[in-house]
């Protein structure tokens, strides 16, 4: 285990809808998981038309994904706690949706969430990203801090609170 394990950070392609898919249902808050919401496979492929979606694999199975989504496509499908982060930051024109991001059980404290963002940062540079974050997510926060996002904002939805990054 560990350092031997290829991981392998590129851009998702259609062939990894079904793994992010299946990633993503195991990390509902249903299922003990802290994601926030659920994308079928025709929202992701319409995000990859658009915008890098990066995914990592460990021999050739998908652990992790960093999922993006452009302020036109958001506009199309209207997500509530979206509006809400945008209403407590619009953020510049051109920026865009980061999120959500997510890494396996079994792959976590490896620096994938770095590594996907980095991708990420190389796909669409000098450009402005933003996200929230649920306050009361420790892990989230502390992996995004290494990062070097910066928080710039706050807003309560549904009886929770989550702060609003940039970078």
Sequence with gaps: MGAAENIIIKLASLHDVEGIVKLQSKNQKSEGGTLSGELDANQIQEMMKDMPQIVALVNEEIVGFLLTTSQAVHKKRKVSIVDAMFTSYPGNMDSYIYGPV???????????AQLMFQELLRQEPNREGILFIQNDNEASLRAHEKMGIKKVSSF????????????
């Design 102 to 112: 997510c890494v396996d059980k079994t792959q976590r404290g490896k620096g994938l």
């Design 156 to 167: 309560n939805f549904n009886d929770k609170d989550y702060y609003v990054f940039t970078y």
